[in-house]
């Protein structure tokens, strides 16, 4: 190790809101994907997760001697769909390469994977902060297959240094695999954090609208490595950069920036130089640490996979896949906002919520805009905040949200029936409908009960009877409550009022 | 109904034709080849794994599919030696390599289940080197197959242990890889007919790779139209293997039984010939080419400038896909494990039974391809070698519009002594100097014998080479030799490999 290395393990982390005022960052994301096709890469396996291990393997994804290859066109299909919704080109002709190191859990010791010449290369994506647009260059898009899966038993670390033994789980080896490769972000700032996870998240959401992967993180089927590097504000030239491994949640795609420009700040001041190495992310201490360094790193010696033939899409076939791309998020989010009269930063609360799409769902099952942002917003957020769920994971559909919104619309219930109704379909007891009737919440409509009600009223309370009579129409309220009271609140207020009016001989006007 | 002895001098297509007409049962040919084998492999030593059940248990199924009435395929019920590099799942595949060892495959190869299908009777897996990285199976790990015209001799490689096994009569198919001429070299210097089909025309798929993008399974016989009937029973698309072609297969047994050159432009190929040759190879290849001239033939001589960088490009493209395709055999699945003694972690594992798995050649080939391939040197090495390859095909597109077909010696001389190049790497390689070419262009190219070289009495192959997808021109060039010679000499050559006479009464001694 060298002793500039040394400093730099010694030095202390400046604090984020410091370093940026000295640091330019510039961060770049690689983020692998793994495709929802229904059979591996280049095999018929299926592609299950959680199944028992070494179920779903032939000889193919186990690369036994003498199996070969065969592609999936369906992943070939799915990168395609990724490359165009990333605004790529996409390749006429290109070839899968095998990247070669050996490893126990890569079946053959060589990945298949692309090299230079990637399915889809030089897009771009655009990235909300706020009311800010960032548009990430996309470098690449390539397909790859995925290795078997390590588990190390024993040591203290978890990785394959220091275990007692390591068993081998080949079920993930050869599902198709994609990485996206962002350009180098400059510019940021401090927002380059934020940047990071509002990258990764659109990312996310766009893979999951075009249906292509279930994108889990917590699962392994959308993974990071962020890569990150500082140079003095200015500076001529960018800083050496790390990459970050292990990043498995978006919060821990921001954490990751961020701890490492802290870090690499403190080595900066300290005089020291950064090494450009892998390191790996914490999320206990949400600091990172070192992992194999340049020095050591592999040649992969890559060469173009013979056992596979060019892959060359037919432009026709990149123009149906183009037809056919949905409408992806950005534009959804720019339509709904429209067509509901929001500002760019009610979206963003709504988007930020995880509310965009409930409450798309219950305007399209005939909810006003406005009533279902409310709901979701207000007395649903705050349901799912006492009992520690998703929005989307409470016991309510969209659907009966929307019936809710509809009964009150009518007149049948008001809002604390309302609240109501909601409590017992939260609490199981069937649809809105079911609710009200097992509970007897409609509101009194009955006019004979509700003038029985009203008279009982101003029977009780001569003198604010009088009072209305005498024009001091404000008054009527004291007799709104006693009737609500009455009627176990379950009667239109401002109809009551009116009755009361009429009664007393005064004008509601 | 021909004797024990004579059943196993038969050609194949006779041998087939005796089953089905119920001359002679499937399970006698089978037994009888099986005999031949337990007497005279101690001295050929051609096979690896001999299956005497399964090979009857085949035979029998032929047989009753006979008895029931059912058709049978051209080659049903004819016994076949299969090298072993093709998965068996019921024999295990070595690749002649110590670090497979035992290995039993979960799964048949394309090509092995084609053979079954076709209801041959598979005698056992045959010896090669050690992941057909040779030219006289002295790279396998279990030593060398014998050459039946001189014990002493090697019978060429990898494929040795087939030839062998063909040319001792102890099955009248075998089956080979070629990928530097691995099936040609080995039937030129036993006296056989060896074709390398072109490039996809037959399954690799569970063909244990050695050079993906080169290699080539095809016939061993000793005739024409066996290695042809042969040749079409292993052919057509796969689809598990991409490279498979999807195109119909050359009508090679309609050309195999149509022996007619006249018109046909025949070139010579300058490079192929000359200085480096044994005079002997010479003196027998011009014979053939005035056989064919006489025949009608229309001979020309074409150059192919770029076929003396053929060997230096194989030797760095060959080695390259095999220092990658051979990284899979790490201990950690399946085959030899070495060192794991609880301590050792998995790369020490990997390293320990890599250096006790691999023999000394296929260790020097991964070496040179893991060099050829690292960053910094794979445009001076690979890079250039794959151009290397483009002028080679634009050579054989050159002269295919001069030529229908090519022809050349296959190998330079004869078949060596056993030891005589073991220590000399370079002297090995050339062996395969005329062969190469087809490999890298992907070409269909085969040997067909022209004559025993007058020195040392020893077979000399001619060697055809056609156009992709022209497969069935070679096999019309071949029988018109293999006729025209045949009747010359009033009998088959092979008939005067006296190698085995020695040994026949006297096991034991001849061949150790």
Same mark, same amino acid.
């Given at each position: ?31 692998h ?66 990247k ?14 692309q ?16 009311d ?17 899966k ?14 007692d033994?390591?068993?081998v ?20 700032g ?40 500082i ?22 795609v ?36 070192p ?6 790193a ?5 060469f ?18 183009a ?9 959804r ?11 760019v ?9 995880g ?5 798309a ?19 649903l ?44 379909v ?8 079911e609710?009200?009737?097992a ?6 409509t009955?006019?004979?009960?509700l ?24 008054a ?19 109809s ?14 | ?10 050609t ?14 499937a399970?006698?040919?089978a ?14 030593r ?12 085949a ?19 004819v ?20 670090i ?28 090669m ?48 890889t ?27 798929y ?14 061993l016989?000793?005739t024409?139209?066996d ?52 005079s ?7 014979e ?42 790490? !201990?950690?699945?399946? +085959? *030899?494990? $070495? =060192?794991?003694?609880?301590? #050792?972690?998995?790369e020490e594992?990997m390293? &320990?039974? /890599? ?7 296929v ?14 040197y ?51 390689y050339?062996a ?17 014998p022209c004559g025993? !070289?007058?020195?040392? +009495? *020893?077979? $000399? =192959?001619l060697?055809?080479? #056609? ?6 021109? &070679?096999? /019309? ?6 006729a ?19 040994a ?9």
């Amino acid at each position: 190790m060298s002793s500039a290395a040394t400093a730099a393990g010694a030095a202390v982390q400046v604090p984020f809101d410091e370093a940026v005022t000295r640091y330019e960052p510039v961060i770049g994301i690689e983020t692998h994907v793994e495709l929802g096709t229904a059979a591996k890469m280049f095999c018929g396996c299926p592609t299950l997760f959680g199944t028992e291990p070494n179920s779903a393997v032939c000889p193919v994804c186990l690369g036994l001697p003498g199996s070969l290859p065969v592609i999936n066109k369906a992943a070939i299909e799915y990168t395609i769909t990724i490359g165009l919704a990333l605004n790529c080109s996409i390749a006429s002709w290109c070839r899968f390469a095998r990247k070669n190191y050996f490893y126990p859990d890569m079946p053959k010791n060589y990945q298949i994977s692309q090299y230079d010449e990637p399915l889809c290369t030089d897009g771009w994506l655009d990235v909300e902060i706020g009311d800010q647009v960032v548009r990430v260059g996309i470098e690449r898009v390539h397909l790859e297959e995925d290795t078997g899966k390590s588990l190390h038993v024993g040591g203290a670390t978890g990785r394959i240094h220091g275990a007692d033994y390591s068993l081998v789980d080949y079920n993930r080896a050869g599902i198709p695999l994609v990485e996206v490769v962002t350009k180098p972000i400059p510019g940021t700032g401090a927002l380059a954090p934020v940047v990071a996870r509002a990258y990764v998240t659109e990312l996310r959401d766009l893979l999951r609208a075009l249906g292509v992967s279930d994108v889990r993180m917590e699962q392994g089927s959308l993974r990071c490595d962020v890569n990150t590097s500082i140079a003095p504000g200015g500076a001529a030239q960018w800083g050496t950069r790390t990459e970050t491994k292990n990043v498995n949640s978006l919060r821990s795609v921001e954490r990751a920036v961020r701890s490492e420009i802290e870090r690499q700040a403190g080595v900066l001041d300290a005089g020291g130089r950064v090494v450009q190495e892998t390191r790996h992310f914490h999320e206990d201490t949400g600091r990172t640490t070192p992992g194999r360094s340049k020095e050591e790193a592999q040649d992969y010696r890559y060469f173009p996979e013979p056992d596979l033939v060019p892959v060359a899409p037919a432009p026709e076939w990149v123009r149906r896949i183009a037809a056919g791309l949905p409408e992806l998020p950005a534009a959804r989010r720019a339509r709904l906002r429209a067509e509901w009269g929001l500002s760019v930063l009610d979206m963003t609360a709504l988007v930020n919520a995880g509310a965009l799409d409930l409450v798309a769902e219950t305007v399209a099952a005939g909810a006003s805009p406005e009533q279902a942002r409310n709901w979701w917003l207000t007395e649903l957020s705050r349901r799912a905040n006492e009992a520690g769920l998703e929005l989307g994971a409470l016991a309510v559909s969209t659907e009966q949200v929307a019936r809710i919104c509809a009964l009150v619309d009518s007149g049948e219930l008001n809002n604390k029936l309302a609240r109501q109704v909601l409590d017992g379909v939260l609490a199981g007891e069937g649809s809105p409908d079911e609710v009200v009737a097992a509970r007897g919440l409609a509101v009194v409509t009955d006019s004979a009960v509700l003038a029985a009600a009203v008279d009982d009223a101003i029977a009780a309370n001569p003198d604010v009877a009088a009072k209305i009579r005498d024009g001091k129409i404000a008054a009527a309220g004291a007799l709104v409550g006693a009737v609500m009271r009455a009627t176990g609140g379950q009667a239109d207020a401002a109809s009551v009022r009116e009755l009361i009016l009429a009664r007393c001989g005064a004008d509601s006007r | 109904m021909p004797a024990g002895n004579e059943l196993t001098i038969l050609t194949a297509a006779r041998t087939a034709g005796l089953i089905a007409a119920g001359e002679v049962s499937a399970v006698e040919v089978a037994k009888a080849h099986l005999d031949r084998i337990a007497v005279t492999d101690v001295h050929v030593r051609a096979f690896l794994h001999v299956a005497p059940d399964s090979a009857l248990a085949a035979a029998r199924a032929v047989d009753e599919q006979r008895a029931a009435g059912q058709p049978l395929g051209p080659l049903a019920g004819v016994p076949l030696a299969l090298k072993d590099v093709f998965t068996t799942v019921d024999m295990p595949t070595t690749c002649g390599s110590k670090i497979l060892a035992g290995w039993q495959p979960p799964y048949d190869a394309t090509l092995t289940g084609r053979l079954r299908a076709a209801g041959v009777v598979i005698l056992g897996k045959s010896n090669m080197d050690e992941f057909a990285m040779g030219s006289s199976t002295e790279n396998s790990a279990f030593g060398p197959s014998r050459n039946p015209w001189d014990l002493g001799r090697v019978p060429g490689g990898s494929s040795g242990g087939s030839a062998a096994a063909v040319a001792a009569y102890q099955a009248p198919l075998g089956i080979g890889t070629d990928t530097g001429g691995s099936i040609r070299q080995p039937a030129a210097v036993c006296g056989l007919v060896g074709v390398k089909p072109t490039y996809g025309g037959s399954s690799r798929y569970g063909l244990v790779a050695f050079a993906s993008s080169l290699d080539t399974p095809g016939p061993l016989a000793r005739t024409v139209l066996d290695a042809a009937l042969l040749h079409e029973a292993i052919s057509g698309h796969d689809p598990l293997d991409s490279t498979s072609l999807d195109a119909p297969v050359p009508r090679v047994v309609a050309a195999a039984r149509n022996p007619d050159v006249a018109g046909l432009r025949i070139g010579v190929v300058t490079e192929l010939s000359g200085e480096g040759y044994a005079s002997g190879v010479l003196t027998r290849f011009h014979e053939a080419v005035e056989l064919l001239e006489s025949l009608g033939a229309k001979i020309t001589e074409v150059s192919c400038p770029h076929f003396d960088y053929a060997l230096p490009a194989y030797y760095l493209i060959a080695p390259s896909e095999c220092s990658s395709n051979l990284a899979r055999f790490d !201990a950690m699945r399946y +085959g *030899l494990r $070495v =060192g794991d003694d609880g301590s #050792a972690s998995a790369e020490e594992v990997m390293s &320990l039974t /890599r250096e006790a798995g691999f023999g000394a050649e296929v260790k020097r080939r991964i070496m040179l391809g893991t060099y050829a391939l690292s960053s910094g040197y794979y445009d001076a090495y690979y890079g250039k070698a794959q151009q290397v390859r483009t002028l080679i095909i634009r050579d054989f597109a050159a002269a295919f519009e001069q030529a229908d077909v090519l022809i050349s010696p296959t190998t330079p001389t004869t078949a060596f002594g056993i030891g005589e190049r073991a220590d000399d790497p370079m002297a090995m390689y050339l062996a395969d100097l005329c062969t190469i070419p087809s490999n890298l262009a992907g070409n269909a190219s085969m040997s067909v014998p022209c004559g025993l !070289a007058p020195q040392d +009495g *020893l077979p $000399v =192959g001619l060697q055809i080479m #056609a156009p992709v997808l022209a497969d069935d021109r &070679l096999y /019309r060039v071949g029988a018109a030799v293999e006729a025209v010679l045949d009747q010359r000499r009033g009998h088959p050559l092979l008939t005067q490999a006296r190698g085995l006479d020695s040994a026949a009464g006297d096991t034991g001694e001849a061949g150790r």
